[in-house]
């Protein structure tokens, strides 16, 4: 198991992406392909940045990128990709539908690989993912455009077949993606909605 993380991290350190984690989005978008050219895309939970980037490359130069994260990322600009603009912020926040909105109304995509402070305890770490994982569907059910996508990380546990049903509600088709680079013995899961039915 160790290999195979050492083997994704040092294939994030050549492809120069700051975080091992951009194959949990790359292997879905090789599949599913969500993300399209000149799409506005949601990134939350965007620190160190390797979404961010990948997603600005298959949106091309037509696209947007817009990051939240409660940590600090330096501005990067990549040649022939999106514009990436992140903020820094909780999504938790009141306000951050209005702070998101004062640079883009509606998106194309929402993005979550947002993840909890883990505690050891693995019921507190699944209903803290999955207290995320409901927020990043309120926004998304906000800020989507009609026949918009969304693939957002949750672990898996508890109350995780209710949280598919809630999404299954608001998208056409509903995947449950389990990335190769994720670890196995991980309980982390991509749910992907395709289609958003405003
Ligand atoms: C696994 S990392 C994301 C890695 C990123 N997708 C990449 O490829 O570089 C998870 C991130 O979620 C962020 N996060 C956790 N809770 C958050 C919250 N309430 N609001 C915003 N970001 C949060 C953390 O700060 C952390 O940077």
Known sequence: ???V???YYKK???DNYPARSVYKLE???KKYRFI???DAILDFGCYPGSWSIYAARAAGPQGLVLGVDLQEGKKVSI???AEIIWFCDDIMADDIVGKVQ???KTFRVVLSDIAPRTSGNKWVDQQQSLHLARRVLELAQKLLKNGGNFYVKVFEGEDFREFVDSVRKSFKTVKIVKPKSSRSESREVFVLGVGFKD
Do not use: P, T, V
């Open 1 to 3: 198991m160790r290999k």
């Open 5 to 7: 993380q050492d083997y």
């Open 12 to 14: 994030a350190k050549k």
């Open 27 to 29: 292997e879905a978008q």
């Open 36 to 38: 399209k050219s000149g």
């Open 79 to 81: 040649a022939n990709a």
């Open 102 to 104: 004062e640079i883009r």
